[in-house]
């Protein structure tokens, strides 16, 4: 079975300053793997996903993800936010053999950017 | 295009009362998903519809919960009896067939927030 681990449920930041969203995942065969974004009253949005291919993955509005195989991880970075990057930050994973592509959730990081 | 939309955006009910929830998926996707996120929790999967055939239900907690999904296009699920625990936000997505654009992308509804009380 699949789990998902998002290491921080807020992170703090200033406006302008990078940030990074920790996400690890346990699984045993090959996964697929998102973030996606949820700004208040909204659904989920996309961000970024990785099928196969560069481990480095760049999505909209400027962020970007590492797929690290070994240590299990695909972190969200930024290297400088806005304040309309306030919202919370969901990482998911998915198996390629699963026809129905079910996605499993981490906990989500709620992201606040302050002035 | 019009996104997945979903109805009613909040819903408060007593113990032991039915609702049921409405979505409806973005045109011509044949994949339909509906996840939970129980308050402090991660957001879960309850079941997976292709058209209109139910392709997994392993997530659905319990016999109170119904989907369906009639023709094939907009869905709904009814709680009945509620109970307290069934509390939370329930999301609507869905996805394009393999073999479309982006089968891998689900698109979500903004969920609807069920409080049971």
């Known amino acids: 079975a699949q789990s998902v681990t998002q290491l921080d449920s807020q992170v703090p930041v200033f406006e302008e300053a990078p940030v990074e969203l920790r996400c690890n995942y346990s699984?045993?065969?090959?996964?697929?793997l998102f973030w996606y974004v949820q700004y208040p009253n909204q659904g989920l949005q996309l961000l970024l996903k990785?099928?196969?291919?560069?481990?480095l993955v760049k999505g909209i509005n400027g962020f970007e993800a590492e797929f690290n195989k070994s240590q299990t991880s695909f972190h969200l970075r930024k290297p400088s936010v806005h304040i309309s990057d306030t919202a919370e930050y969901f990482c998911?994973?998915?198996?390629?053999?699963?026809?129905?592509?079910?996605?499993?959730f981490g906990g989500g990081t709620r992201l606040m950017v302050k002035p | 295009e019009a996104g997945v939309t979903q109805f009613p955006s909040h819903s408060v009910i007593e113990k032991g009362q039915t609702v049921t929830l409405r979505c409806d998926p973005i045109?011509?996707?044949?994949?339909l998903y509906w996840y939970r996120r129980v308050m402090g929790k991660e957001i879960k999967f309850l079941l997976h519809?292709?058209?209109?055939?139910?392709?997994?239900e392993s997530g659905m907690p319990n016999n109170r919960f119904l989907a369906e999904r009639t023709g094939g296009t907009y869905s709904t699920l009814k709680v009945q009896p509620a109970e307290l625990e069934d509390s939370g936000v329930y999301f609507c997505?869905?996805?394009?067939?393999?073999?479309?654009?982006?089968?891998?992308?689900?698109?979500f509804g903004p969920g609807t927030r069920l409080t049971v009380t």
């Open positions: 990785y099928l196969s291919g560069s481990t």
């Open positions: 045109s011509g996707h044949d994949n």
């Open positions: 519809f292709v058209k209109e055939s139910k392709q997994d």
């Open positions: 998911a994973v998915s198996d390629p053999g699963d026809a129905g592509n079910m996605l499993t």
């Open positions: 699984s045993s065969v090959s996964v697929y």
């Open positions: 997505a869905s996805s394009q067939a393999p073999g479309g654009h982006n089968p891998y992308e689900q698109y």
